[in-house]
């Protein structure tokens, strides 16, 4: 059978495929990735577009943990600035309540409850990064403000609303309590119970019913503070199965998308090989002819 | 009875055909790199003998017709095979093209993520004001990565149709040009010419005819004829038939053959490769991009208006709507806002509420896109892109090898080799000089009879 005289062809294909397998390995090699366009592998692309996704969300959800932590943290210290201060007005009740006092000892234990008042105003209107924390979802005015005309000195204008946070796929946490819920729930209402000591330990009556009254309201404020801790231990929880679900996709990406450093290099070098092999075979069969020997 | 000057004469039909024979092989050798020439072969023929009874002489050599070496039956397989790599060709061509726009950091799918995760910052602290410009600022972004990747798609549409208009043209000038090769063959053939080196051009502009549209050839009785796969008349003899390009009420180019549209009726070449991209691949990811943005902003915008702004006023739309039958709405989403106090992240109307913040960003996982969240959709798109492109990238490289191999047998028949166009040149050399020997012979013998009565 005659052969085809003319191979260029055929060695020009054979060298632009080992070029194109060369470029191909060292793109992988400097890339690092296997799947640089969605043609290189459709079925790693889509599994790469989601797995970047929820990478990126996941590093949202750190950053939100880290943010709510910070202002849960305020919160809960805040709190246990609040149940110090009722500590010591109880202290200060008990004190009041004793047969020996003189007048002039009352009325300076008067005016420290009165001071442990304000203080706790203060504490029940404490702001983070511009929001009150403790006014329901009505975070952008001051909750609680004296009034001389309720019965307890104060009144709340913040609401009952609570925010939830996706701080995972399937996860959100409550972030926030309510100060009516805090200052004034169920069973004790700190700034009514302070108002009647004060008043009490004022005329020297009831000191021991309002004490049991400010007991009640500081066993509320306790009560409800667990509830910042909770929410810390879940998130703190939440970052760690966050890092390790991050550590899964990163493992992810690198198996769907990752290129095989070895095997890259080995087809590049094995590429350039055949390459320079056919680049050798085409020098020497197109200068040879029987031209070439006619003299 | 022979004689001294019949074997001249004998000599000379033998220089003669010789130096045809060389002639050829020159030919041969110059047309080594001519695209589609068919090698030729010399024809000799002992001429007619003489014959005085008992005795037959003969009367040396005749140069006949040379012979065009040529598979026909394969010419045809390597047409076809042409325009199938034509079409693929232009397939990979325009598909990698526009699988650009769904890849890097600036995509869709990027902007997706970055949406959702500035409204879940924005949860966080939902009266922020920068977190609401954020949470603006990554909704534009979204809005523009849609349109950004619709636009570019629909821009390489209408510069596929201008490439369709230049290929009806450059079909039309190939035609005729067959349509010509088809008359100068017929008029040389009347006379009992060779035709092959015509034959050998036609044969060639075939195959370029080949890679833009699907040629049929059908042999008639003295010339042949050119139609497409579906029957469409291109060249019929001496007479070419000219495709022409117009504007269907769709928008887009279409092709009519006498009259009839025959855009959808092609089969190969890569005028179909790009008529496939420009009326179906790329149409159809518009669409899935047309599907995702209207599914995302009729969704986003039914929970927006449900919420409350900063000033605790209900939500208006958060994009603008999607035009009706979807059609568009990837080229035409934009944010409805500017202002971040507009956003409606509150439920209950006051501004520490993220309760809506919440419902907008729980549709990160609620089917808005043929049942499927945003992201799944986004990625099925991702991988119809991709898909569309290996797959067309595969039947390029198959087809490119079965081209390649139906190029090396027609090669190994046709082509011209310089090795035995080498030798041929020694043989006819060698011939010729023996001819001209035998004249040199004749003359000395000649010359020996004129002085035979000088003795």
């Not at chain 2, 199938?84 to 993520?113: I, K, Y």
């Not at chain 2, 922020?128 to 809005?143: D, E, H, V, W």
């Not at chain 2, 040009?177 to 060779?194: K, M, P, T, Y």
């Amino acid at each position: 059978m005659r052969v085809n005289p003319n191979p260029i062809a055929d060695i020009l294909a054979s060298i632009a495929l080992d070029q194109q397998i060369q470029e191909t390995a060292l793109a992988q090699l400097a890339s690092g990735r296997r799947v640089n366009l969605p043609s290189d592998d459709p079925a790693a692309a889509a599994t790469l577009s989601l797995n970047h996704a929820q990478a990126a969300q996941d590093d949202q959800f750190l950053q939100v943990i880290s943010g709510v932590s910070a202002r849960l943290q305020v919160a809960d210290s805040t709190i246990g600035s609040v149940v110090s201060s009722l500590d010591r007005a109880i202290s200060l009740g008990i004190e009041g309540g004793g047969a020996t006092l003189s007048n002039a000892n009352r009325s300076a234990i008067v005016t420290e409850l009165q001071g442990l008042q304000q203080q706790i105003l203060g504490l029940a209107n404490t702001s983070f990064q511009g929001s009150y924390l403790f006014a329901g979802t009505a975070s952008t005015t001051a909750p609680f403000s004296a009034n001389p005309a309720s019965p307890s000195g104060v009144s709340y204008g913040g609401n009952t609303g609570t925010n939830t946070l996706s701080v995972g796929q399937s996860f959100s946490v409550t972030v926030n309590l309510p100060g009516s819920q805090l200052f004034s729930g169920t069973g004790g209402d700190v700034f009514q119970s302070l108002q009647d000591l004060t008043v009490a330990v004022q005329n020297n009556t009831g000191i021991d019913t309002a004490v049991l009254g400010l007991r009640k309201a500081f066993d509320v404020v306790t009560t409800q503070r667990v509830f910042y801790g909770n929410v810390l231990q879940q998130l703190d929880a939440q970052q760690t199965s966050i890092n390790s679900e991050k550590l899964q996709l990163s493992k992810q990406e690198n198996a769907v998308g990752g290129a095989d450093p070895a095997a890259a290099a080995s087809a590049a070098v094995s590429a350039a090989t055949a390459r320079t092999a056919a680049l050798q075979a085409a020098t020497s069969l197109l200068n040879t002819s029987l031209f070439n020997f006619l003299k | 009875m022979g004689s001294l000057f019949s074997s001249l004469t004998i000599a000379v039909s033998a220089l003669q055909a010789e130096q045809g024979a060389l002639n050829l092989t020159s030919n041969n050798v110059a047309n080594v790199n001519t695209p589609g020439y068919a090698r030729q072969r010399a024809v000799f023929r002992e001429g007619i003998p003489v014959e005085l009874p008992p005795l037959v002489f003969g009367t040396g050599v005749v140069f006949g017709q040379p012979q065009s070496v040529r598979d026909d039956i394969l010419e045809l397989r390597l047409h076809e095979e042409t325009q199938q790599q034509g079409q693929f060709d232009a397939e990979v061509q325009q598909l990698q093209q526009a699988q650009t726009g769904f890849q890097g950091t600036n995509d869709v799918g990027t902007q997706l993520t970055n949406f959702f995760n500035s409204l879940n910052k924005l949860s966080a602290d939902p009266s922020s004001l920068p977190l609401r410009q954020g949470f603006l600022t990554a909704a534009g972004n979204l809005a523009s990565s849609f349109q950004t990747t619709a636009r570019s798609l629909e821009i390489q549409r209408t510069n596929i149709d201008q490439s369709v208009v230049q290929s009806v043209s450059q079909i039309n000038t190939l035609t005729q040009q067959i349509a010509g090769q088809n008359q100068q063959i017929a008029a040389l053939e009347n006379v009992h010419e060779d035709a092959g080196v015509l034959i050998s051009q036609r044969t060639e502009s075939i195959r370029q005819l080949s890679q833009l549209i699907d040629v049929r050839v059908v042999p008639n009785e003295s010339s042949i004829s050119l139609t497409t796969a579906n029957g469409a008349l291109l060249v019929a003899s001496s007479q070419s038939f000219a495709l022409s390009a117009q504007v269907s009420p769709s928008g887009v180019q279409h092709i009519f053959s006498q009259g009839n549209d025959i855009t959808g009726k092609l089969s190969g070449g890569s005028l179909n490769g790009l008529i496939t991209v420009r009326d179906q691949s790329i149409p159809g990811l518009l669409n899935q991009l047309d599907t995702l943005a209207a599914g995302l902003s009729t969704t986003l915008n039914g929970i927006h208006r449900a919420g409350f702004d900063l000033n605790g006023v209900a939500g208006g739309d958060l994009f603008t709507p999607p035009p009706v039958g979807v059609t568009g709405a990837a080229s035409s989403i934009s944010v409805a806002i500017t202002d971040p106090s507009l956003i409606a992240a509150s439920s209950d109307g006051s501004p520490g509420s993220n309760g809506n913040a919440a419902a907008l960003y729980n549709v990160r996982g609620q089917a808005v896109a043929n049942g499927q969240n945003p992201f799944d959709y986004y990625a099925s798109v991702v991988f119809n892109v991709g898909n569309g492109v290996a797959t067309a990238q595969t039947e390029s490289q198959a087809s490119g090898q079965i081209l390649q191999q139906l190029t090396d047998q027609r090669n190994s028949i046709s082509a011209v080799s310089l090795d035995e166009e080498g030798a041929n040149l020694l043989r006819y050399q060698n011939a010729y000089q023996a001819a001209a020997k035998v004249i040199t012979t004749i003359n000395d013998l000649t010359q020996a009879a004129v002085n035979l009565g000088t003795y």
